[in-house]
């Protein structure tokens, strides 16, 4: 059984710093990774999508890399802002399988 | 502007009153899928469809139905609502895999359901 688990569930860092959230899973058999943005109370935001054949994507401030074999995939925010804070998930599209495997996010807190 | 679209966004009913949460893709999509979100039990799938009329059980199946008669439509149906299935539902909707290639998901904004 597929299982995803993001460390850590929650970080606090000040405005400006760099940081890197992990997730990790446990069956590298997968189509490809998908990181989403949560806001207290609101829907999934897609930030990135990695296919199983690429090791990384960027979009602005944001990379996503991915190590298949090892079971692994960083997101890497730069420069980070206030508007940054929100819950960031992950989730694995398996192969032969029609659903996502969220991870239980990690709680992202930038202060001014 | 491509999006999944869920109404109600919140909703307060009582035990056992039918209910639906309806769900609408505007982006030709062929898979849909609604999930559950739970705190300390994250997002876990109810159901899924492939395409009109091909629907499937996820993870949690048990007190719902779906139905897919339009590709655009996915609705949620509660038919007898229990207080344990109050929680945050979210609809999503993706391209098929069958051309090789495997899309991301566009999720909706929710709907907060309360059963008393």
């Known amino acids: 059984k597929q299982e995803v688990t993001q460390i850590p569930a929650a970080l606090s860092v000040p405005e400006g710093e760099n940081l890197v959230l992990n997730c990790s899973f446990t069956?590298?058999?997968?189509?490809?990774l998908q990181w989403f943005r949560q806001d207290p109370g609101k829907g999934l935001t897609s930030l990135l999508l990695i296919q199983s054949s690429q090791r990384e994507q960027t979009s602005g401030r944001l990379n996503a890399s991915l190590d298949k074999s090892s079971g692994r995939s960083t997101l890497y925010i730069a420069a980070s802002q206030p508007g940054d804070s929100a819950t960031y998930l992950c989730a694995v599209r398996l192969q032969g399988a029609q659903k996502l495997v969220f991870g239980q996010g990690t709680r992202l807190t930038i202060n001014p | 502007e491509a999006q999944v679209t869920q109404n109600p966004r919140y909703l307060i009913t009582v035990t056992g009153k039918k209910l639906t949460v309806t769900c609408s893709q505007n982006?030709?999509?062929?898979?849909m899928s609604w999930y559950r979100q739970d705190p300390g039990l994250g997002l876990r799938q109810i159901y899924y469809?492939?395409?009109?009329?091909?629907?499937d059980k996820g993870d949690v199946p048990e007190g719902y139905k779906v139905s897919r008669k339009e590709k655009r439509n996915f609705p949620l149906i509660l038919e007898s609502p229990s207080p344990n299935q109050t929680s945050l539902y979210f609809c999503a909707s993706s391209l098929s895999s069958r051309t090789g290639a495997f899309y991301g998901y566009t999720f909706g904004s929710g709907t907060r359901l309360t059963v008393v």
């Open positions: 469809s492939m395409n009109v009329e091909v629907t």
């Open positions: 069956d590298s058999a997968i189509y490809n």
């Open positions: 982006m030709n999509h062929e898979y």
